[in-house]
């Protein structure tokens, strides 16, 4: 089983984003009254359709949520946003790395523990703008530019890592 941990915040998102004007026009309409604010507004579509166009070129690849979006049992709201902004590969999110809450843990760590629990992993790839990772885990590891997100050019890395 290959599987892409995935982070949101950063990848999916970007200051890029924030700056645009359909963020600005969300933002305008929520500041207003006139839309309910929704945390599945923070989802760039461009960067969903970069996540698509990777999830179709590789079809066996699975996803489990690495981001902080999982906690307080939201992730079943985080695959909702997802598909609101358009991913079209809701089965292929099989779950989610577990929540270490203590200050001496890091993403890495959290990833890890699912890594050993789940033993028929062939290969994995990590996606995430910071680098909180095990120096283990960094030739597995693709560290997203958050002034952009998710690029057609780590999606190469991400291809090169996971074959």
């Given at each position: ?57 590789m ?34 999110i ?12 890091c ?57």
């Amino acid at each position: 089983m290959k599987i892409l941990f995935l982070d949101i915040d950063g990848v999916l998102n970007s200051k890029r984003y924030y700056q645009s004007d359909e963020w600005k026009n969300i933002s305008v309409k929520i500041n207003n009254g006139e839309q309910k604010y929704s945390p599945h507004f923070l989802i760039d579509k461009k960067s969903i359709e970069v996540l698509n166009n990777l999830i179709k070129s590789m079809p066996d690849l699975s996803i489990i949520i690495s981001s902080t979006w999982k906690r307080y049992g939201r992730y079943e709201q985080t695959k909702e946003y997802l598909i609101q902004n358009e991913f079209q590969f809701e089965s292929q999110i099989i779950g989610y790395t577990p929540e270490l809450n203590s200050l001496k843990y890091c993403r890495g760590d959290e990833i890890q523990l699912w890594l050993n629990k789940h033993l028929d992993v062939s290969n994995y790839c990590i996606v995430d703008d910071d680098n909180d990772m095990l120096s283990t885990q960094l030739e597995n590891f693709v560290q997203i530019n958050s002034e952009v997100g998710l690029t057609e050019e780590d999606c190469e890395e991400i291809k090169r890592i996971l074959k």
